[in-house]
């Protein structure tokens, strides 16, 4: 038997029970979550395939859950990870209200690994690099959970005129200096972001920039040398241990 349709009202009180929103979620009709994040702007900026039936997705970072519930409205079996409980931002709420299916793990990223994940046809890994201080560890980490498609967004601590082409560059935020928030790590331009993903074998389909935010459309790769120096570099630690060939 199913369960009563939720009204529009116990929605409403489902929404305020939330003290912040992120991300902006249409749950019914009408009724959007108040997320400070633009996310329908994101996501048609960043153009996922419209039919991923039979995808195996990853949201890393997924927060309240937008692009999770996106990626699952389009046909695929996802995954949502956050370091956060689900019901300690708007996932567990915005989930009931739509019904999700989408299986949530609390999980930091350093702790992600192939052999107990497998890989994913789609790896979204939206808005969190900046806030992690290995970026190089994080997108190998993400490298071994990738099997074709990758995306990445990110703040753009210099937008530098030379954008994908010139010299890649970062800004070290100490402490709490980038917004009051002291898990804002660093600030990469456009050519750094690439030239990081194309280290750890992403191939950059396509690359766009809104004001400080860039993004990135990746595919995987496989480079022999690249995956030889990483194994050198993280020797019995290397977050790739387990990459399914």
Known sequence: MSNPPISNEEIRAAVASVPHWYHRIELAPGIVTPGIND???VL??????????????????????YFAFELERRGADVLAV??????????????KVLGSR???????IYDLRPRDLGAFDVVLFLGLIYHLPDPMRAIRIVRGLSRRWMWLESHLG???????????MMIFYPRDTLGGDATNYWGPNRACLRAMLEENEFRVLAESQIGNRG?????VTADERLSRMGQLAYGADDPRA???E
């Open 39 to 41: 996310s329908p702007r």
């Open 242 to 244: 387990g990459l399914p």
């Open 158 to 168: 210099i937008t530098d005129p030379g954008g994908s082409t010139g010299t890649p």
């Open 82 to 95: 956050d370091y956060c409980a689900s019901e300690s931002t708007g996932f567990a709420v915005a989930a």
């Open 102 to 108: 989408v299986r949530f793990q609390q999980a930091n």
């Open 44 to 65: 048609a900026e960043i153009c996922l395939p419209n039919d991923l039936k039979g995808a195996r997705a990853l949201d890393l970072g997924t927060r309240d859950g």
């Open 215 to 219: 993004f990135f459309r990746c595919e």
